[in-house]
C-alpha cells in the first residue's frame, strides 16, 4: 500500500459548484497534514494545513478523519481558476520532517 | 513573495555534462533542505534531505554519487547532477521550512533536460 494515495481525476466540475477530494495515508504515526496546489509545470503552493480540529479559508476547508486515516480537501462556488492539480502531503511519522506526497488529483472548472 | 529561491529555472544541457542548481532560503535560515524530482503526471519524489554542515541523506535508489548534494550554510543548498543522461531529464524542486512542524515551501523549481 502506497504510503500517501489520492484519486488521480480527472475531476472536471462545473463552474459554481462544490467538489471534494479524499486522501488516505497508512501510517497512523504521522502529525502533519498539507494540501497544495500546483499548476502545470510550476512548482507546489502551499493551500492550506489540515488541523485536527478541521480549518477553513474561505472557500476552502480542509478536513483531517485520524480515525479513517484520510484528509480531506473541500472546494465551494469553484472558480476557473481554482482548476489546477491539488497535492496531499503527510509527514512520515512523528519528529520526521520529511513529507510524502500524493500523486495529485487534477481538477478541471467548467466554464 | 517567494521564501525559498531555486536557480536556474530552466537549463538544457548535452548528455555526459554536469548541471548545478542552487537553492536559497531568502526569509529563514534552514538546516534542513529536501530535494524532490518530478516527473510527468507523476509526484514528487523525495531525492534526498541536505543537512547544513553534514552529509545529505539519500532515499532509497538515488545515487549519491550522481546526485550530489552541498549544504554550506543555513541558507543555500546545492544539487549537481553529474554525467547527466537523457533519463535525468525531469523537474528538479527544492524545499525548505523553518521547522519541523510548518509546511514545506518550494523553489520555483529547475526544469532540466538533457540531450
Known amino acids: 500500500r502506497k504510503e500517501v494515495e489520492q484519486d488521480p481525476g480527472p475531476f472536471n466540475v462545473p463552474e459554481g459548484a462544490t467538489v471534494a477530494f479524499n486522501c488516505t495515508y497508512s501510517n497512523s504515526a504521522s502529525q502533519s497534514f498539507f494540501w497544495y496546489r500546483q499548476d502545470c509545470r510550476k512548482e507546489p503552493k502551499l493551500l492550506m494545513s489540515v488541523y485536527s480540529s478541521g480549518n477553513e479559508d474561505g472557500r476552502f476547508t480542509a478536513q483531517l478523519n485520524r480515525a479513517s486515516q484520510y484528509i480531506s480537501l473541500l472546494i465551494r462556488d469553484s472558480k476557473l481558476s481554482d482548476s489546477a492539480t491539488y497535492l496531499c502531503?503527510?509527514?512520515?511519522?512523528?519528529?520526521?520532517?520529511?513529507?510524502?506526497f500524493g500523486t495529485g488529483t487534477r481538477l478541471t472548472i467548467i466554464p | 513573495g517567494a521564501v525559498v529561491s531555486q536557480h536556474p529555472s530552466r537549463v538544457i544541457c548535452k548528455s555526459g555534462t554536469s548541471v548545478k542548481i542552487e537553492c536559497r532560503s531568502l526569509?529563514?535560515?534552514?538546516?534542513?533542505m529536501f530535494w524532490y524530482r518530478q516527473f510527468p503526471k507523476q509526484s514528487l519524489m523525495l531525492m534526498a534531505t541536505?543537512?547544513?554542515?553534514?552529509?545529505?541523506?539519500?532515499e532509497q535508489g538515488v545515487e549519491k554519487d550522481k546526485f550530489l548534494i552541498n549544504h554550506a550554510s543555513l541558507t543555500l543548498s546545492t544539487l549537481t547532477v553529474t554525467s547527466a543522461h537523457p533519463e535525468d531529464s525531469s523537474f528538479y524542486i527544492c524545499?525548505?521550512?523553518?521547522?519541523?512542524?510548518?509546511?514545506?515551501?518550494f523553489g520555483n523549481g529547475t526544469r532540466l533536460t538533457v540531450t
Open positions: 541536505s543537512n547544513e554542515g553534514s552529509k545529505a541523506t539519500y
Open positions: 502531503a503527510v509527514n512520515r511519522d512523528f519528529g520526521n520532517e520529511k513529507l510524502t
Open positions: 524545499s525548505a521550512r523553518g521547522s519541523q512542524w510548518s509546511p514545506l515551501h
Open positions: 526569509d529563514f535560515q534552514a538546516t534542513t
